[in-house]
């Protein structure tokens, strides 16, 4: 069965900083672009980076650009997320998600054919 399971959520300081991690499982890892969206309280859901299959591109929100980094290690079927700078309105739930049609990644989150169950970041002082 497909899995992706996000993990190093938790609580951070405004400036401070979290890596997250999405392990995937069930299906060919090294065939799709990955991405990392986040839904804020009362929010809706909100496209913030992507990469290409083969870790030769990556996508950026103006809203973590500059302050993020989307990486991959395909030996490891793993995704992570580089959060620095991290600012009270990064407090969201954060999902991975995995797209085949689209290579180099899109910022269309109906696109999107797998999901991770999500994991809570928290930024507050």
């Known amino acids: 069965q497909v899995q992706l399971v996000e993990s190093g959520g938790g609580l951070a300081q405004p400036g401070g900083s979290l890596r997250l991690s999405c392990a995937a499982s069930?299906?060919?890892?090294?065939?799709?672009?990955m991405s990392w969206a986040r839904q804020a309280p009362g929010k809706g859901l909100e496209w913030g980076s992507g990469?290409?299959?083969?870790?030769?591109?990556?996508y950026y929100a103006d809203s973590v650009k500059g302050r993020f980094t989307i990486s991959r290690d395909n030996a490891k079927n793993t995704v992570y997320l580089q959060m620095n700078s991290l600012k009270p309105e990064d407090t969201a739930v954060y999902y991975c998600?995995?797209?085949?049609?689209?290579?180099?990644?899109?910022?269309?989150?109906?696109?999107?054919?797998?999901w991770g169950q999500g994991t809570q970041v928290t930024v507050s002082s």
């Open positions: 069930g299906f060919t890892f090294s065939s799709y672009a």
């Open positions: 998600n995995a797209v085949f049609h689209f290579p180099l990644a899109t910022m269309d989150l109906g696109e999107y054919d797998y």
């Open positions: 990469i290409a299959s083969d870790g030769s591109n990556t």
